[in-house]
Structure formats: C-alpha cells, structure tokens
C-alpha cells in the first residue's frame, strides 16, 4: 500500500470512529466509552499526521536541503507543530 492509500484507508477508519462517536452522544452513551472511541480517532489522525510529516521529510525537505534552503524547510516543519501545540 503506497503512502497515499495509507493516509486515504486511515482517514477513513477515522471518519467511521468519529461518526460512532458523534451517535454515542447523541444517544448520551457512557462517558467512558465516549471517550475510548474518541481516542481511537484521535489515533488515527496521530497516525496520519505521522505518514504525511514522514512523506513530506523524504521528498519535500530532502529537496529543500540539497538546494540550500535549509532554514526554510526546518521553519515550516516547526510552525506546524507550533500551531499544533500551541
């Protein structure tokens, strides 16, 4: 499975975590199984974040280093995980 369909098939699973979450509420189900699914689709997305950072520090920072622009790619990895953390 390429890095694509990886991100596409864990986005999924995530949309379908979430949509069980949004029911369990609407249903005022427990709030422990509330938030055991909850973290489940944060999982996934902690995943995803993790394949696209990975694809974009092989392909897009790898480029921007053997140019040069060594300050650029680190700012931009970094202001991601600012606005991320922040």
């Known amino acids: ?4 369909n990886g ?5 999924k699973i995530a949309r379908g975590h979430l949509d069980k979450v949004i029911n ?6 427990y709030c ?6 909850s973290q489940a689709v944060q999982g ?6 993790a394949k696209i ?4 520090l092989s392909t897009c920072v790898a480029d921007a ?3 040069g622009d060594n300050k650029n790619a680190v700012n931009e990895v970094v202001k991601v ?3 991320g953390h922040g």
């Open 65 to 67: 280093l053997k140019k």
């Open 81 to 83: 995980f600012r606005r």
């Open 44 to 49: 996934q997305l902690s995943e995803v974040d």
């Open 53 to 56: 950072l990975e694809k974009h």
């Open 7 to 11: 991100v596409l098939h864990r986005l």
């Open 24 to 29: 369990m509420v609407q249903d005022d189900e």
């Open 1 to 4: 499975m390429d890095s694509r």
């Open 32 to 37: 422990i199984d509330i938030l055991t699914q």
